[in-house]
């Protein structure tokens, strides 16, 4: 795949001549390119080749009352861009006077230097044919394991822009590959097991194959003699990938904009109140060395930074986009999207222990310790068995019952709380800290939450 990057200062000028002669004063422009490449495969046959350029381009206009109006386009042509800058400003004619964005004021701001190499991209033929062989080797580990119905390689390239008439011009490029193996193992007279793991990396030449192949293989073949676990309530281990999806789910706490629209746990009122236990730190961290898809600014031209969300347990910061960080008092954190409604989401999360604080059960280990508890290894139906704005869940998931350090896989059960609970639930977090493709976080310990256990 070859991909020509935009000539920014020549799309900026265009835009300001053509703003000027229709006499439109401030105006903006975000915009994302890419293309992308995939390949799935089953029992060794191709069973989807897909190749993808896209390109999404939001234009913002501001009228004499300062109305905003938004259009959205893939043409970026003269002709195109004309007539977006038109159709936003006969859009601002009905902009919502209750909720006006603006320019971000770190907009023009200097931004970090991002250590990220671009990658050259492989044929199509050749991820397919890399595929075939990851199959083949998934396949092979063990005689239960019959098909991988779930896998995929991808690989691509992007850009980020962001213009405004006050003078802000950011750009960057990226490229990013990713691999997904799930298997599924089965033996006479017994369900049906799965276990699955994913690798990224800048480029699909550096993806570690051989390291997926084989935690794929372990996790679904440590579930091959489940038992039923009796309903209750446990000491729970989750591991990192499952801590940041539940805290994923619950990222309205920590977002301003849920607040502000009457969606989240939190208030204006939150900040400074204990959230967690003591020992307990969030930070909001794009910029990680380990984060392939690091972006240094977000959707309004706001550098990307290290944010800290929960200190010591209590609740320092949010994330906020301009709109936001206006009505809170504070200056945006780089985590805006672009749009007729501005959206504000995280980037990366890194969880980790206080210095000043201490856990009560520092004997724990998820690998060596002999206390009876449940180590969970993935959460599903996140989409729907999670109620953001009150803070509950009940969730399937995927994991063993240790006693004695022996580990028994779970047949079937779900595991139910409040996130508040947890949060000031956990009685430990491991020492280390572990890099997932989603985020950083140790193993987390939470005492007393309710298993239920299914037939």
Known sequence: MTHTPLNVEELRDQLHALATRDGIRQWDLGASRGMNASVQVDRGEAKQMKAAQRSSITVRVWNEQGLVGVTSTSDLSPGGLEKALNGAYQASAFGNAEDIPGFSPLATAPIPEIDRPLKPSQSIQTLLSTLKDVEGELLAKHPAIETVPYNGLSEGNSERIYLNSEGALRHMQRTQASLYLYARAEESGRKPRSGGAVRVALGSADLDLSGCIKEAAERTISHLNYQPIDTGRYLVCFTPEAFLDLLGAFSSMINARSILDGISLSSKESLGQQLAVPFFNLHDNGLHPNHVGAAAFDGEGTPTKR?????????????????????????????????????????????????????????????????????????????????????????????????????????????????????????????????????????????????????
Not at 333 to 358: I, M, Q, R, Y
Not at 374 to 385: C, P, R, Y
């Open 307 to 455: 944010l800290c969300l929960i200190g010591n347990g209590k609740l320092e910061n949010l994330l906020h986009s301009e709109a936001t960080a206006r009505q809170f008092g504070v200056q945006p954190t780089g985590h805006a999207g672009l749009g007729a409604k501005v959206s504000v989401g995280p980037d990366w999360f890194e969880v980790s222990t206080s210095e000043e604080g201490s856990s009560a059960a520092a004997h724990l280990d998820h690998r060596n310790t002999r206390d009876t508890f449940v180590l969970i290894e993935s959460l599903s139906a996140l989409h729907a068995g999670v109620k953001a704005s009150q803070g509950a869940f009940s969730l399937p998931f995927d994991g063993w019952l240790v006693k004695d350090g022996e580990r028994i896989s779970v047949e079937a059960a779900t595991i139910a709380g409040d996130i508040r609970d947890v949060l000031k639930g956990i009685v430990h977090l491991e020492p280390n800290e572990v890099v997932t493709h989603q985020g950083v976080s140790p193993h987390v310990w939470v005492d007393g939450l309710a298993i239920t256990g299914e037939a």
